[in-house]
């Protein structure tokens, strides 16, 4: 096996592999670092303030079918950086031919956040990945592929199948359902230094291992490790936990497979010469106007485990994008109109050719400005004309989550070309670079017009 179709079929599989680091050229500041940073000699006449827009949502998700409805669990959660009053928030999901079949709207909360919670995906269609898209003030910002599962597996994970398994670092929900009804689910989060359960909202969770099983060969988390749950928003950090496997009511304490997302677990509190679990019933949350309660430990006498001892993890993406919003200028009486002279001319790139005996770009006339593939920049100029590329095995390694499966099976993988000024301007160039597979060692390099590309 050559060592391109290794790395495809472990991208395939999401099989952990061990890969070389790409060697950096230079330090260099990323897109959002330069869009952050500005450099102004004098105040600006109209001060910008930096809204970030963040998105939680599950990594996987449940179809339904016929008329029932399995809604997204945890729901996806919308929130900003800054207070947006009267703002409103809409949500949608996105099929694999990028048609919405669902869309919810919801106002920010009081803490700028927005909870979808009846977003489903149809089993009408025959697909298996969907997207998030966000609606912020005409402003979209899509998930990355989403997968869809019939139902969660009864079996351990495996660890060909990475994206099933959970690790070191992941972020994760918990969330606790008594008689499989939807109305009695509470989701884990903390209030006041605690950890609690919530009808409402939920908060997401990194998993910190401890300690795995002297037993287990695996780095994925297998049941017997020792973890902690640390809030990823407030910094709350839960005493350790031993993740016990739950099986037909029953605790499997001799359990040593991987932990695999949509399974049943139960939280054996570590350390403790008692069998004492985390459960989801306990006191009342005061001035809360809702059934939320704080979460405490409850001793168990045999292997047998009630519904409000059983947690069901699941792994958490995030997506967001940075909104640069402008605060209205005071115009005083006698002061003139601006200039249209003084509008920013935007960079265009009218032709650009690749060249294939030294895997560079030939672009038409020098420029001070630096250029972007995607992530991966500023690309270095070997002269005034001509710009470097990465290596196609460190593009496919940073943007595997980018590739696209033809109906044919071939693969192919686009990403933009910016352009970005000393004082932390971004521009499109309006320019698209394509990789198609031909074969799993050999493609071809393509420009596109992004403004009339299709794929």
């Given at each position: 096996m050559t060592p391109m179709e290794s790395l495809l079929n472990a991208i395939d599989h999401a099989d952990p592999i061990e890969l070389p680091i790409p060697k950096k050229r230079r330090l260099s500041m990323s897109i959002h670092s330069m869009i952050e940073k500005r450099q102004c000699t004098t105040p600006p006449l109209s001060p910008k303030q930096v809204n970030k827009v963040i998105c939680y949502h599950a990594s996987v998700a449940q179809k339904s079918y016929g008329t029932e409805k399995r809604f997204l669990c945890p729901p996806p959660f919308v929130m900003t950086s800054q207070r947006q009053p009267s703002s409103v928030v809409s949500v949608s999901i996105v099929n694999d031919t990028n048609q919405c079949t669902l869309e919810q709207r919801t106002p920010l909360d009081e803490q700028s956040k927005g909870y979808f919670k009846y977003l489903y995906v149809s089993g009408a269609a025959k697909t298996k990945q969907f997207r998030l898209k966000v609606n912020l003030?005409?402003?979209?910002?899509?998930?990355?592929?989403?997968?869809?599962?019939?139902?969660?597996?009864?079996?351990?994970?495996?660890?060909?199948?990475a994206s099933s398994c959970l690790f070191h670092r992941?972020?994760?929900?918990?969330?606790?359902?008594?008689?499989?009804?939807t109305v009695r689910t509470k989701y884990m989060s903390t209030d006041n230094g605690q950890l609690c359960a919530k009808h409402a909202t939920w908060s997401p969770f990194e998993i910190i291992?401890?300690?795995?099983?002297?037993?287990?060969?695996?780095?994925?988390?297998?049941?017997?490790?020792?973890?902690?749950?640390?809030?990823?928003?407030?910094?709350?950090?839960?005493?350790?936990?031993?993740?016990?496997?739950?099986?037909?009511?029953?605790?499997?304490?001799?359990?040593?497979?991987?932990?695999?997302?949509?399974?049943?677990?139960?939280?054996?509190?570590?350390?403790?010469?008692?069998?004492?679990?985390l459960n989801s019933n306990g006191k009342t949350i005061q001035n809360d106007n809702t059934s939320n309660v704080y979460i405490d430990f409850t001793c168990l006498e045999n292997d047998v485990v009630d519904d409000y001892l059983c947690w069901t993890i699941v792994g958490v993406s995030r997506f967001e994008q940075e909104l640069q919003e402008t605060?209205?200028?005071?115009?005083?009486?006698?002061?003139?109109?601006?200039?249209?002279?003084?509008?920013?001319?935007?960079?265009?790139?009218?032709?650009?050719?690749?060249?294939?005996?030294?895997?560079?770009?030939?672009?038409?006339?020098?420029?001070?400005?630096?250029?972007?593939?995607?992530?991966?920049?500023?690309?270095?100029?070997?002269?005034?004309?001509?710009?470097?590329?990465?290596?196609?095995?460190?593009?496919?390694?940073?943007?595997?989550?980018?590739?696209?499966?033809?109906p044919d099976g071939s693969r192919s993988l686009e990403l933009p070309l910016l352009l970005s000024r000393q004082d932390g301007f971004i521009y499109h160039?309006?320019?698209?670079?394509?990789?198609?597979?031909?074969?799993?060692?050999?493609?071809?390099?393509?420009?596109?017009?992004?403004?009339?590309h299709k794929r």
């Open positions: 003030q005409d402003t979209l910002l899509y998930s990355n592929p989403i997968s869809i599962i019939s139902k969660p597996s009864k079996k351990t994970a495996k660890t060909r199948n992941s972020t994760v929900s918990l969330f606790n359902r008594i008689n499989s009804q291992v401890l300690r795995q099983p002297e037993c287990s060969e695996y780095t994925a988390i297998a049941y017997g490790t020792e973890i902690l749950l640390k809030d990823v928003q407030t910094g709350v950090t839960s005493p350790p936990f031993i993740l016990r496997k739950v099986e037909k009511g029953k605790i499997v304490y001799d359990a040593t497979g991987l932990l695999s997302q949509m399974q049943k677990v139960a939280l054996q509190l570590s350390g403790s010469k008692q069998l004492l679990y605060q209205p200028v005071i115009q005083h009486p006698t002061s003139p109109p601006p200039s249209p002279r003084s509008i920013i001319p935007f960079p265009m790139i009218s032709t650009i050719e690749y060249i294939p005996s030294t895997h560079t770009l030939k672009v038409p006339q020098p420029s001070s400005l630096d250029y972007w593939l995607g992530r991966h920049g500023p690309l270095k100029k070997r002269t005034s004309c001509e710009i470097e590329l990465p290596s196609i095995q460190e593009i496919i390694v940073n943007n595997h989550d980018l590739l696209y499966s033809h160039s309006s320019k698209l670079l394509a990789y198609h597979f031909t074969q799993p060692e050999l493609g071809r390099w393509s420009i596109l017009d992004a403004m009339s």
